[in-house]
């Protein structure tokens, strides 16, 4: 009986511990879910919080159950914990470390050409995706702060060092109200604010790469968002940025003196608010069921082009995202998640009179579409096997190209992309990837990616 008693313990506990995990995996991924929301408790939890004495390591908690105070020690640092470089429990800054690697083949001739992301493998043989070093931490109870420095390895072997982002963000405006300010993602779509450790495939789709640029739309501005008070998540951002650089692809970019859709840029500076990057977004999800989510947004982005004083380039789209967990999930497996995005570019291309042995061209606008859509099923613990399917296509054949010829940075393309990924733990992953691309008037070209991530420190939450 007593054995009988001991082993149904046993049982109970390790349900219990199945069920602890699994709850932290929850927490994991919907954090992102009410990033004010989260603010405002940390807030409260600072409020209830007695100080620490300067005299001894051990806080004192009142035991709601009686009334002496109960001694309570701070718990040992795991691995899972951010590195605290400096500061007290008020003001502390953390460190993190991510590589990103990549090893594969492709048979296509011009493989720069064909994977149009950034941190995309470009070569046969092997490619440094990124070397992120990420710092963060709250500067007092009024604003946090993040860093993302980035190296890069180039196919000719040349390091490169950026700051994909560095931004200050309020904790404590009244009203569900914040304000994000410095070098930032543009709030555009689900993909584009993510940093490629994050994604579900080793490269980005072709339409980010073709609308939003090989680095994704990104630049110094400020955000202003709004928690909407409704019984579900709701919130609406306004961003303004600068248009220019190389990460604002499509507006005032002078693509390094080479045309763009047949047109060399010129350069045009700011005069009114109309000459800045402006990128509207709304995103709610909804609970379908106790093991189902729904996520969708909307995103725009407007700003002048640099192909003439007056025209301007209009950026639209569309994203969804759905995930069904197993009521019996341990850990988080087993789970289905489906995710798309849709964009349309409008590009008013200005007049071009003719030079440098460019022909003369009129003006005209150019409209383009595109988008991916991607399922991913992790079928059993640390195991996912994911599918996307890309396509991006012209609405018709420009102007421009009657008289220059086709422009393959327009032509209809499409691409399917398996993989499979194991996580040995949540600090690695191996993910295994083949891509079939077809190109208008080029034709199918077959590429195989083997990609390996290491993570030192702990790392932010990925967007749910």
Do not use: C
């Amino acid at each position: 009986m007593a054995g009988t008693f001991l082993s149904s313990a046993k049982a109970r506990a390790a349900d219990a511990d199945a069920d602890i995990e699994a709850l932290k995996q929850e927490l994991r991924e919907l954090r992102q879910r009410g990033d004010q929301l989260e603010r405002k408790i940390e807030q409260l939890d600072r409020s209830q919080q007695p100080k620490a004495s300067t005299n001894s390591p051990a806080i004192t908690r009142l035991d709601p159950a009686a009334t002496s105070a109960v001694p309570e020690f701070p718990k040992p640092w795991r691995a899972a914990d951010p590195i605290k470089l400096v500061g007290s429990a008020q003001n502390y800054m953390n460190l993190s470390f991510d590589g990103l690697v990549a090893a594969g083949t492709s048979t296509a001739k011009d493989i720069e050409r064909l994977q149009l992301g950034g941190h995309d493998p470009k070569q046969r043989g092997f490619t440094v995706q990124s070397l992120e070093t990420v710092f963060d931490g709250k500067v007092d109870p009024y604003f946090r702060g993040q860093a993302n420095i980035v190296l890069q390895i180039d196919p000719e072997g040349e390091t490169t060092i950026e700051a994909e982002e560095a931004y200050l963000e309020t904790m404590s405006l009244p009203w569900n109200f914040q304000v994000k300010a410095g070098q930032f993602f543009t709030e555009f779509g689900r993909l584009n604010p993510m940093h490629p450790h994050s994604w579900e495939f080793v490269d980005q789709p072709l339409v980010n790469g073709r609308f939003l640029g090989e680095d994704g739309l990104r630049s110094a501005g400020a955000r202003l968002s709004w928690l909407a008070p409704t019984p579900f998540y709701s919130e609406l951002f306004l961003t303004f940025q600068n248009s220019q650089g190389g990460t604002a692809f499509s507006f005032r970019n002078e693509h390094e003196g080479m045309p763009f859709l047949g047109r060399p840029g010129i350069e045009r500076g700011v005069k009114t608010l109309g000459d800045m990057l402006v990128a509207p977004r709304y995103a709610a999800s909804f609970d379908l069921s106790d093991s189902q989510t729904l996520m969708a947004g909307a995103s725009a982005a407007f700003g002048p082009n640099s192909t003439g004083q007056q025209t301007d380039t209009q950026i639209y789209g569309a994203d969804l995202f759905w995930k069904w967990k197993s009521p019996h999930q341990h850990a988080g497996f087993p789970f289905v998640t489906w995710q798309t995005e849709a964009m349309l570019r409008r590009f008013e291309a200005g007049a071009f009179p003719g030079e440098g042995g460019l022909p003369a061209l009129p003006q005209e606008t150019l409209t383009d579409y595109g988008f991916y859509s991607q399922v991913a099923y992790g079928f059993r613990k640390s195991w996912v096997t994911a599918l996307r399917g890309d396509y991006v296509f012209p609405q018709h054949k420009g102007l421009y190209e009657a008289i220059a010829g086709p422009d393959p940075d327009r032509a209809s393309r499409w691409r399917i992309a398996p993989n499979l990924t194991y996580y040995p733990s949540e600090f690695s992953k191996i993910r295994l990837q083949y891509n079939y691309d077809h190109r208008n008037s080029i034709g199918g070209d077959h590429s195989v990616w083997l990609q390996l991530e290491f993570l030192l420190g702990a790392h932010a939450a990925h967007k749910f």
